[in-house]
């Protein structure tokens, strides 16, 4: 079956059966991720310089539509799935596009393994978590590129499945109206380390949550120096489901309320947008993709540094209820702190006022 995105031809079953191993995977859910992964590399060779030579590898292929999309930007192309189904219709796409590009049908480690310090792109979006592909990323990264991994076990790292979380990213969640943040930072942190291991460093990007995945992106390169200054980003979070302060670093006792805290991590506790790469990226972005609604709220929030606010978690923690988000946005500019919506909730707010002055005035608003 022949499926349609962005003006590039896939090949994949317009009804995916998740019974059967063998057939080739393709999710137009994932639009947004695509859209947000091309922007970025498209950006990122433009800032880095790498006008005469983009090495660019889509280590989980199935369809190949990510290495598609990349066509247009790769001086040396190569796509990746070890499900010969899936090789096969990535050959068939490249056909379709005239695109030009080497296709692989190996294990990704192995893939990746073979290119040490190759490329200058690398894109991971497996099924599932990415954890099991870190390494070879790393590897395979040159000293100037930059990476996209997705992961779609989200429900471990939100605080649904701790002992998952522990396991699988030594790290731990808490289940509270944040847990999507707090999940995308210790993925974040994942990366990162994986990478210092290397002497690599992961400086995030764009990453970003959208519905049961995350996507971290950002650029890799290799300084023991810069890898070291960013280890102070690596810490925890201290939560207080009482009142519902939060603060990045360890607290025993809530500093507003002095119940006992809940701390989650080791996480990410910097950015997780950088403004300046996002503002290139609305630039290049056409204005008719829907994707932009994503990216621009990502943008806006780039240097609120507190982990959201959910609205309607504020109000009836105070037993009142929920202020308009606008009127409540407003406020806030008003009393001149910085404040954004979030893309990760439609109720949620990024600000770093003080917890007190969120709720003096919700209860301000009720009048
Ligand atoms: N990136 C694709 C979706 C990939 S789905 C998109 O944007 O549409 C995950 C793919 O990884 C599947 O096609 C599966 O065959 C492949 N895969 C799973 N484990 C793998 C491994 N260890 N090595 C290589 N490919 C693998």
Redesign the pocket.
Known sequence: MIMEERGLEVFAPEEQDPDKDSEV???DK?LNN?DLSQVAAKVFKKKAGLDEEFRVADA????G??GFRYGDYATDLHL????PD?AQAIRKGLEENSIEATVHEK??NVFLSEFGNYFHFIDV???GSFTQFLDSTARAANHQSFVGLTATDNAAPAGSYPTVCERRYGSKPIKNDFMHEIGLRIYIKEVFQNFARFDKCFDPKVCFHERHYSRVMGRVTESKKRTNQALEHIGYLSYCKNCLWRKFGRVDECPECGEEVEIAGPLWTGKFVDQRFTSDMLDEMPEDWESREMLERLDSEAEIITPYYDIHALASNIGTSSPKREEFIERLRDKGYPVSRTHFNPTGVKTDAPIQDLKDIIQDLQA
Request: proline share 5%; glycine share 0%.
């Open positions: 995977f393709f999710n994932m695509r989980l292929a199935a369809s539509i990510r990746n799935d070890v499900n899936a294990d990704s979006d497996p099924f």
